[in-house]
């Protein structure tokens, strides 16, 4: 056994210290902000999975999400809550399975619009069948407490980190990041291609289709269009690229520095927020295309190379 | 070893290959001689999987490999290099070798005995093991090529132009370390080269392609002296 | 069934289709040439529609002189993204997949920048106004004056342009230019002037906001259309291009008459996925021997 480098503790400790921290000031608010963040989290790291490692840009995820919270409604009172979620994830499991095949067969940049317009089809796709039933939004009555839904989505949270530290280590990891680099080398050194993006593009939707399931509960409310809202695929490639995509740091940075900032702005300017966002997109991808991670990383190697002179 | 049966390939109604069909005996060094655009380059990728034949099948030993999806034929036993290198960039010379010891074929035949560091000794990229594939000069990044494939355990090595620019003496360095990987790994070597010396004082045999068809096969010393390649091949070379 | 052979029908299909076509050819030429895939190009539409909108609401200028000036600002705002931005990245040393993807997520930066700017100066709430509004009837088909002048602009427009390109020496560089998918490293004064092309688009999208509402998020709608068209149409083949905006335009107007109205989103995405998966190298695109 590898002995875990920093850059796989650091990412662990730091989820588990704040998930500690969050209860101790005892009030929903920061109960609710920790939620969020862990959210987020779950959702940049399982992102990771198939975009980090395997260089494929989903710029769809929250179609993930988007399908666990629309699972757990129509299950809502026909199974135990828990199982409502749990079933979410695995319906986005399995919607990613169905259309994995022929959409990673689609490369770059082609790639990254399908996904979207994969999303926005899905949105569309739910909202006509909630209008033929007449439904305009579906109430959750009765789901658990918030402090419920904390641990569980520090839980999800603690996943997520954990799937991208372990999937690195092992020949799926490897495999993956060899399809980033040059799809066709890959597949003629003998790495499954399709298997792998195939598995990699499952697992990462699984927990999006948990933590969707998670943030319906938590707001009592479905409605299409807030479920799969673009700005939610947006928000998840932007954490990614401010923290970096590279190792389970980024996300966990990427999410905290985002969560931060909307928690200042959000509320009173959203606009405001929203430019903000966008302006750290550019900057980074023509600046820091490793993110803060990266930063950190020349920041340690240039110190190093001047403490050695 | 390898038996290339009848294999044509066109695309889009020009052909590139047509109606080719040789065998490769174990444990030698093939060599496929041809002008630019002769269809070498096709002929590797149907062999390796890379390009599905429009005709004829490719069988190493028992097994057909036409039909089998790259990765398959990699497990095979089957390892080529790019003639324009394709190596992971953005990973480092050792992670690149990794790589191919971590996927490649199931049953680890010849280079089966070198681990990473006996392999990058072997290609001579030991001291830039470390840097990042994408920051070699060309000829390292050819000889990454050839080590990457290696790492993989082929029983059958195909080398795509790997002395292309390079210098005389890194020329010289490739023929023996061709010329070992053959003799002390037991591993099969096809070679195409336009370095037309490197070439024939390497290859037991060789084929000569022109325009996607055979128009020599025979020991090197044969096909060179062959009318049909003189005119064809060295011909238009002048 | 009778509304669905009715003329009205097609010309609503044919207005749409023009609008779609010409938007789309923007789409094509840039990235094209340049291999930017700007996500951001429905946004200068947007940009138009509100530049003849404050003109008409404040100024009382009509849409038809409006829409120069909406050009010129579209215009400017695509020259500034270029020659502030992509010039530099364009000219560099990265390879060319680099360079789509990460333009692919800059030019998604700017379109949130452009879409909350606007938000924020004129509230996100939708608005529309009436100009150009009489009737006019052309047998048994009336259509408003602005949709008409909207065909025949969009129309004219993209006969200009496609001829243009097709018998200028211009034109010839810059279809050599999208033929050869590396040779557009190499930027000169071809691709600069490819610039001028938001002109249009702001053009279009001032006679858009005649007829539609305006928001502003309306623009990307049309980048997903013009994604749609070039792929349909066939990246590089201007013509083709035209063509396929009338085929979408088709689609969507007699799909929706089939279905229904809120159907129009599904179809629209539908068609793109499809579109997507059938054609996963983008498109005529000849396969890289390896």
């Known amino acids: ?309 | 070893m390898l038996t290339v049966d009848r294999i044509g390939k066109s695309f889009g109604g020009v052909r590139a290959l047509h109606d080719i069909s040789f065998t490769v005996p174990e444990g030698s060094i093939y060599g496929i001689m041809g002008a630019n655009g002769a269809g070498k380059t096709t002929l590797f990728a149907t062999i390796a999987g890379n390009l599905a034949p429009s005709a004829g099948e490719v069988r190493l030993r028992d097994l057909r490999l036409t039909g089998l999806p790259p990765h398959r034929i990699a497990g095979a036993g089957v390892a080529r290099t790019f003639q324009i290198v394709r190596p992971f960039r953005g990973l480092s010379v050792r992670e690149n070798v990794a790589t191919g010891l971590r996927f490649g074929a199931r049953n680890r035949a010849g280079a089966a005995a070198l681990d990473a560091a006996g392999i990058l000794g072997l290609t001579g990229l030991a001291p830039v093991a470390d840097r990042p594939a994408g920051a070699l000069t060309l000829a390292q990044q050819k000889r990454l090529e050839v080590a990457r494939a290696l790492a993989t355990g082929p029983q059958l090595l195909l080398l795509d132009e790997v002395m292309a620019g390079l210098t005389p003496a890194e020329v010289q360095q490739m023929i023996a370390m061709v010329r070992s990987i053959r003799s002390d790994m037991g591993v099969t070597v096809m070679i195409i080269e336009h370095v037309m010396g490197a070439l024939m004082a390497l290859s037991d045999h060789v084929v000569v392609l022109d325009h996607g068809e055979t128009i020599a096969a025979g020991p090197p010393e044969d096909v060179a002296d062959d009318p049909a390649v003189q005119t064809a091949y060295l011909g238009r070379r002048r | 069934m009778e509304f669905l052979l009715s003329g009205q029908l097609l010309v609503a299909a044919l207005i749409i289709g023009s609008i779609y076509g010409l938007v789309a050819l923007g789409l094509n030429l840039i990235y094209g040439t340049m291999r930017l895939l700007n996500i951001a190009h429905g946004d200068l539409v947007m940009i138009g529609a509100y530049t003849g909108y404050w003109l008409f609401t404040l100024a009382a200028i009509s849409p038809v002189l409006a829409m120069l000036a909406a050009g010129a600002l579209a215009g400017l705002t695509g020259a500034a993204l270029y020659f502030g931005l992509f010039r530099r990245q364009l000219t560099g040393s990265q390879p060319i997949e680099r360079i789509e993807a990460n333009s692919l997520l800059i030019f998604f930066g700017i379109s949130i920048i452009i879409q909350n700017l606007t938000a924020l100066a004129f509230t996100a709430s939708p608005r529309t106004y009436q100009a150009l509004d009489t009737l006019v009837r052309i047998g048994e088909v009336s259509i408003a004056q602005s949709r008409l002048v909207a065909l025949a602009v969009c129309l004219g427009l993209s006969a200009a342009i496609v001829l243009f390109l097709r018998f200028s020496a211009l034109g010839l560089s810059i279809r050599a230019l999208i033929q050869h998918r590396t040779a557009s490293r190499i930027v000169g004064i071809d691709v600069d002037r490819v610039q001028a092309f938001p002109f249009v688009l702001g053009l279009a999208g001032t006679l858009i906001g005649v007829t539609e509402q305006i928001s502003p998020f309306m623009g990307f709608p049309f980048t997903i259309v013009a994604f749609v068209v070039i792929i349909l149409g066939g990246l590089g083949n201007l013509a083709g291009g035209i063509a396929a905006g009338m085929v979408l335009g088709l689609i969507e107007t007699y799909g929706v008459a089939l279905t229904s109205a809120n159907l129009r989103s599904v179809l629209i995405y539908g068609v793109f996925i499809l579109v997507l998966i059938l054609r996963p190298e983008g498109l005529l695109q000849r396969r890289r021997l390896t």
């Open chain 1, 1 to 309: 056994m590898r002995l875990p480098a920093p850059r796989e503790t650091v990412p662990l400790l730091l989820v588990a210290a704040i998930a500690a921290i969050l209860p101790v000031f005892g009030s929903d608010y920061y109960l609710g902000v920790g939620f969020a963040l862990f959210g987020w989290i779950a959702l940049v790291q399982s992102w990771t999975i198939v975009s980090g490692l395997a260089g494929y840009i989903s710029l769809g995820h929250v179609v993930f999400a988007g399908i666990g919270g629309y699972v757990l409604v129509l299950t809502w009172g026909a199974v135990p809550v828990w199982a409502g979620a749990v079933l979410g994830a695995l319906a986005a499991g399995l919607f990613a399975l169905l259309v994995g095949l022929p959409v990673l067969r689609v490369r770059g940049p082609y790639f990254v619009i399908l996904t979207f317009g994969l999303a926005e089809f899905a949105k569309y796709v739910v909202i006509n069948i909630e209008n033929a039933l007449g439904k305009f939004g579906r109430l959750i009555l009765g789901g658990p407490q918030v402090e419920t839904l904390y641990w569980a989505m520090a839980a999800a949270a603690l996943a997520g980190t954990l799937a991208v530290i372990a999937t690195r280590r092992v020949r799926l990891g490897a495999g993956l990041a060899a399809v980033r680099e040059d799809e066709l080398a890959a597949e003629t050194i003998g790495v499954p291609t399709v298997r792998f993006k195939l598995f990699a593009f499952a697992l990462s939707a699984l927990l999006p289709g948990f933590v969707g399931a998670l943030f319906v509960l938590r707001t009592g409310y479905f409605e299409p269009a807030q479920a799969f809202d673009p700005v939610i695929s947006f928000t998840i490639v932007t954490m990614a690229i401010i923290g970096g995509s590279e190792d389970a740091r980024g996300p966990v940075l990427g999410a905290l520095f985002l969560v931060v900032l909307s928690e200042l702005l959000w509320a009173s300017f959203p606009q405001v927020y929203m430019i903000i966002l966008g302006a750290l997109l550019i900057g980074f991808v023509l600046f820091a295309p490793n993110g803060v991670a990266g930063l950190l990383d020349r920041l340690r190697s240039t110190g190093g190379a001047r403490a050695a002179t």
